[in-house]
């Protein structure tokens, strides 16, 4: 497996969201299963695991499901060998996120990771959104402190902006942003240039679009409502599907010329424009998690790469986040 650099560290070329094993995608995945689930994924070759505290679900018993504690009991008995984020600062609450980036609520959260990881050290700790009370500069304190004090080793932002990356920055350096980024949602491009600048890693969520660029959806397909995301997100309505169709098409056609799945070709072309983009797709299903850690080694030329994104530049359609 192709690897990357983040910062210091070395993780794989695509790392994988453990998310939707318990939260936003449905029903959570059976523990049992959730946890081989992600070490057969190690066993393909991942070494970088995404989760957040946030990430929890209802069981079908009733209990809570903690993506962190997932991940923990799938990964404690290879620590050495991976990679593992999590994050702070949100909670969901009904129809909204709340946000909490205070020093006291950072040191609280940590704590919490720690424990339901079972780790004594997090790899990469991100702020998951930016909390508008509380200053980059204090944010990027509190991370300072808890590098010194051995409990992360490096942090990161979730969807930032510029102006609070470069003041983090400068206060505590950042090793990752993680925005939402793919070929329907190319918004986040505006940071690349200060990306480089800065040597830091661009962490792609939602690579894939929530799935829509897989092209394994039509109308017919149905997202249990309140529960998996995807049964409100603008690409999966009917005039999303219509949308979406050719950018769709363009996938298709590029896969067949590659020998290889839509989906991959929507992760190569990420891959292949900055040796700094590490995205991070999530599936339950092994043979998806295969197909997505074999994307990196696709490769697109440049004129590939500018061809595809003349067309898309042309394109119309709708995607949750934004449109165009």
């Known amino acids: ?55 929890t679900g209802i069981n079908k018993d009733g209990s809570t499901s903690y993506n962190e504690e997932l991940v923990g009991e799938a990964l404690r008995p290879i620590r050495n060998k991976v990679t593992i984020a999590t994050k702070c600062g949100v909670q969901h609450g009904g129809n909204h996120l709340i946000l909490d980036s205070r020093p006291e609520t950072i040191r609280k959260s940590v704590e919490g990771s720690l424990k339901r990881l079972g780790v004594d050290c997090i790899d990469l700790y991100y702020q998951h959104r930016i909390d508008p009370k509380v200053t980059a500069e204090e944010t990027a304190g509190t991370m300072a402190d808890l590098i010194k004090e051995g409990k992360i080793l490096h942090w990161g932002i979730s969807e930032t902006t510029e102006e609070y990356l470069r003041s983090a920055h400068a206060v505590c350096p950042v090793t990752a942003v993680q925005n939402r980024y793919s070929m329907m949602a190319r918004w986040n491009e505006s940071l690349f240039p200060a990306l480089e600048e800065l040597g830091i890693g661009l962490v792609a969520f939602s690579p894939m679009a929530n799935g829509f660029l897989t092209g ?47 989906a991959q070709i929507s992760l190569a072309w990420m891959l292949c424009r900055k040796p700094w983009i590490i995205p991070i797709p999530g599936s339950r299903k092994l043979d998806r998690l295969k197909e997505n850690l074999s994307a990196a080694e696709i490769m697109l030329t440049e004129a590939e790469i500018s061809s595809i994104d003349e067309k898309l530049d042309r394109m119309d359609f709708i995607v949750f986040g934004g449109s165009k």
């Open 216 to 262: 394994r959806y039509d109308q017919n397909s149905i997202f249990e409502p309140g529960i998996d995301y995807r049964s409100f997100m603008p690409q999966f309505t009917a005039e999303g599907m219509e949308k979406g169709k050719e950018i769709l098409e363009l996938l298709t056609s590029i896969a067949n010329s590659k020998n290889a799945a839509p």
């Open 1 to 55: 497996m192709k690897n990357r650099k983040l910062g210091t560290m070395e993780v794989s070329a695509v790392g994988m969201g453990c998310m939707g094993l318990s939260h936003a995608s449905g029903v959570p995945t059976e523990r049992k299963e959730a946890v081989n689930i992600i070490r057969q994924a190690f066993e393909m070759g991942y070494t970088f695991f995404d989760t957040a505290e946030c990430y």
